[in-house]
């Protein structure tokens, strides 16, 4: 199909498509788009593109997205260094932070446990998190990887690796969602939800 | 076009785009599938829970022509795992049992016994934590159903019973079993066995032809002497079996089997296979 586009626009299209979940019709209609645009429109992507790249990293305390080393939270004296709160991905925590509610500090692995994805203990940041453990200061470890196999293989490892240090480790509970529906939830959602019932 | 209905096993997924999944299933009536589920993570009503791996369900599709992947319809669960996911031990055992099943088989062409073996093991891993020979017992009746059962009775090459006494038969991966001294290829260099190992494949072989051969199909009764078998083994045999189905899964699988890769060195090489 693209057989016939300039050298320039195949460019386009061919970076496009390495992008999740962009095949080769999506990838086409988008540099499209690009090609009609106002000029300014291309400067502008491309300077945020070049961007992300230069000025946004990981921090080297709990490998959170952030601009400055260490990040805003692991800087914060008012945020508690006791707890500490393992995700699996930077979304996860910005998703907490959007809660206003914890006021501990955070672990990112950088994934789950996927074997059959290539993803092993070695591709998490496991060590670094024990070094934060051993290193001290830390009385809790609130594990709160996604309740999907992975992620649940995920807390079985951590819990493994911390365990013997002398750290309580807890789970996040598991219920239904707010705007669910009991009819059509899941059987194990269910009786994880009885499960975590409390007293009203 | 119709929509069909079968039970199936889930074995990868992945989401795709913003909302969209992309499961792999072996399936009872038609082998292995795979299919896109269309807003898998906002429709509660049409998967509900039924989506990650390892998931029995009751699946509904529609094939589209010319199309790689099916439409996903939907799931229901159909049993609950209620402890694969209680320790690592059980995780990636299911693991290597979904990544077994998955890599020794091409799309659509299997029959429905694989699948029955696959459902056996994983309701097996529910029921308790598995033991050393648990995944033995799988990957022989795997291979068995699959057409490449494995010869270990006597060699695969002169059709003789092993000698009696000290180690005399050597693996032999390529010709789908163990050969004899007199019949191993010493460019094979396949790793020698011992007795005690041979004589425990022999045994695990004789249930798995009872619960898979064709007289009487019941994959459930292939774990049912699992306790006999593995309250005499020794750990370095246990090791040796694993090391042994690694060498015999080898030239079936595509690719490396990566849960006995990444996870054996957390749960033991004895568990999971080398
Ligand atoms: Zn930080
Ligand atoms: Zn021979």
Known sequence: MSSELT????????????????????ALRLAFYVLRADPSFAAHMAQALLGVKEQ?????????LTERDP?????????????????????????????????????????????????????LRCGELVARVRAGGIEEVIVATNPSPEG???????????????????RIARGLPMGGDV???????????LEGRREM | MQVLSTPAVVLRAVDYGESDRIVTF?????????????????SQRRFSGALGIFS??????????????????????????????????????????????DKMTAEQEVGDDLFHVVVAALRRIDGAEPGPTTLRLYELATLAVCGYRAELSRCVRCRQ??????????????????????????????????????????????????????ARRDAGALFDAESELAGELPRAVARELGATLAALLAPRVRGRLLSAELLGPVVGRGLVGA
């Open chain 1, 7 to 26: 050298p320039s626009m195949q460019r386009l299209v061919e970076e496009f498509k390495r992008l999740p979940g962009i095949g080769e019709k999506t």
């Open chain 1, 56 to 64: 946004s990293r990981l921090c080297s305390v709990c490998f959170g």
């Open chain 1, 71 to 123: 990040c805003v939270i692991c800087a914060d004296p008012r945020r508690r260094t006791e707890e500490v709160c393992v995700v699996e991905e930077p979304a996860d925590l910005m998703a907490f932070e959007r809660a206003r509610e914890y006021r501990g500090r955070y672990h990112v692995l950088g994934g789950a446990l996927a074997p059959l994805d290539g993803v092993g203990p070695d591709q």
């Open chain 1, 152 to 170: 649940e293989a995920t807390a079985l490892f951590v819990a493994r690796l911390l365990k013997p240090l002398g750290v309580r480790v807890t």
């Open chain 1, 183 to 193: 009819e059509y939830t899941d059987v194990v959602t269910l009786s994880k939800s």
């Open chain 2, 26 to 42: 072996l399936t009872r009536d038609a082998g292995k599938v795979s299919g896109i589920a269309k807003g898998a993570k906002r």
């Open chain 2, 56 to 101: 029995l369900v009751n699946l509904h599709y529609r094939t589209r022509a010319g199309a790689e992947l099916v439409f996903l319809e939907r799931a229901q669960l159909l049993v609950p795992w209620k402890s694969l996911l209680d320790s690592l031990e059980r995780y990636a055992a299911a693991s290597h049992v979904v990544e077994v099943a």
């Open chain 2, 161 to 214: 019973p092993f000698a009696a006494g000290p180690a005399t038969a050597r693996l032999a991966p390529a010709a789908g079993g163990a050969a004899c001294g007199r019949c191993a290829d010493p460019d094979e260099a396949g790793a020698a066995i011992s007795p005690a190992a041979l004589a425990c494949l022999g045994r695990m072989q004789a249930l798995v032809a009872r619960a898979t051969g064709s």
